[in-house]
């Protein structure tokens, strides 16, 4: 890819409510500006479920039935934990489930401000395992998916110093979180969000540097909080058309010991997932105040013919300017 030339393309192509800049970027030059897309892959703030290994499944498996089979008092039937004993004539047969009340599937969750304006959400769904539900923030939404044990649990970026998080599952059930962020004027934040397989990412170039953040890059939380960088956050973990994510980057402004430009831009992988079909997707930028800018984003995307390029837009969302504290 990196012997492709640069293409420039008729900004035309876009339909957006504003004017852009828009650069198909397949050289050294662009890697080096923005970084080379690989498998999306989650935050390290983020909660993450790894498979189990069939192998594991099966040695799991045998464990479980050998120190589960045990002997009648004549040691000549056995019998297996979870099962009726067995009578004459008659098969085996599982013994009832104790029934689960709707107490026991109530919907819980907790919100807990910490370091770097951030929220720790916890959701508890006992009968809710393995679902998928989204989380609604001040206009952004992100979908995610409970572990095993019907539990989730990551650090969400606050967007308002009184922050109320709406958590819904697919079947309806859900709740209400709110948490007060007493830090959240200290940090700049701006997101872009989608919905679906789009390519899109949002990335940040700060103060003249050369490696670009983005979600793909390694993060440095602390120096967030120590005023040294900025961080970019991916939330939402599905994989599905419905399915919300979010871009979040964030920038400690007012403790920031570096001072200029941050320039903010979109890209958008060509894929086979969304080659010549059009995407769309929505920029938050959380001005001072808390005050929220909301803009649409919509393009059509080339052919399939340049699965593999991306294209950078510029001008869709207006770059930081960090002042000398």
Known sequence: MSNRKEIVTA??????????????????????????????????????????SQS???????????????????????????????????????????????????????AQPTIGAMI?????????DGQNLTLHHSGMAFTETTDARGQLSMLVPALARHAVIVVEFENGDGTVLEADVDDFPSYARTVLQWRGDTGLSLRALEFNGTDPVWSGAAQNLTGVTNGKNGLMVRLGSVN??????????????????????????????????????????????????????????????????????????????????????
């Open 11 to 52: 900004a035309g192509s876009l339909a957006i409510a504003i004017g852009i800049g828009y650069v198909m970027q397949s050289s050294e030059a662009a890697q080096k500006m923005y970084g080379t897309e690989g498998a999306a892959s989650a935050p390290a703030v983020a909660s993450s479920f790894l498979p189990t």
């Open 56 to 110: 594991g499944l099966a040695l799991g498996l045998e464990a479980t039935l050998a120190s589960a089979t045990t002997f009648s008092e004549d040691y000549s039937t056995p019998l297996l934990a979870g099962f009726e004993p067995l009578a004459e004539g008659h098969t085996l047969r599982p013994r009832a489930r104790p029934s689960i009340s709707k107490a026991d599937c109530e919907v819980t969750a907790t």
């Open 120 to 128: 720790h959400v916890k959701v508890l769904a006992p009968c809710l």
């Open 240 to 325: 599905a058309d419905a399915a919300w994510t979010a871009d979040v980057y964030t920038f400690p402004v007012e403790s920031s010991v570096k001072y200029g430009k941050i320039d903010l831009s979109i890209q958008a992988e060509v894929t086979q997932a969304n080659c010549a079909n059009d995407i769309s997707g929505e920029t938050l930028e959380i001005g001072h105040g808390g005050t929220i800018l909301s803009r649409d984003v919509s393009l059509t995307m080339p052919s399939c013919d340049e699965v593999g390029e991306i294209l950078v837009l510029n001008n869709l969302v207006s770059d930081l300017k960090v002042a000398r504290n």
